[in-house]
């Protein structure tokens, strides 16, 4: 992890705002939530394996794109690159519709807690 930009931690908390938590995020992407903190507030870059992962799990190329243009030039050759794009983008049309059905389940589950402490009230 290095310092590079703000650019990458910008798109990671706009995307993961009101979507899923920071902990939710880093429990499913398997890194400690102070990373997801770190990446969003002080710039930093994860390396390859959390930056796939983290674009998966939320479902946006765009993510893995702004990682590409800020540390992968160095890191891979254009072969590498392509196949690596491509598994990414596999693997997030496998995902988008499986994170859409969590999301919408998660708000059904958040409006019945919302209903239940309003009948304990009554």
């Not at 196949?83 to 994170?99: D, G, V």
């Amino acid at each position: 992890m290095k310092k590079i930009s703000k650019k990458f931690g910008t798109h990671l908390r706009n995307v993961r705002k009101g979507r899923i938590t920071s902990e939710a995020l880093a429990k499913e992407v398997g890194i400690n939530r102070t990373y997801i903190s770190q990446m969003e507030n002080n710039g930093w870059i994860p390396d390859i394996d959390v930056a796939m992962k983290l674009s998966t799990s939320l479902c946006d190329t765009k993510l893995f794109d702004i990682f590409l243009e800020e540390k992968m030039p160095k890191l891979l050759n254009v072969k590498e690159f392509v196949s690596l794009k491509q598994e990414l983008k596999k693997s997030i049309s496998a995902l988008k519709p499986i994170r859409d059905e969590r999301l919408s389940l998660e708000k059904e589950i958040a409006a019945l807690k919302k209903e239940q402490a309003a009948l304990k009230k009554k």
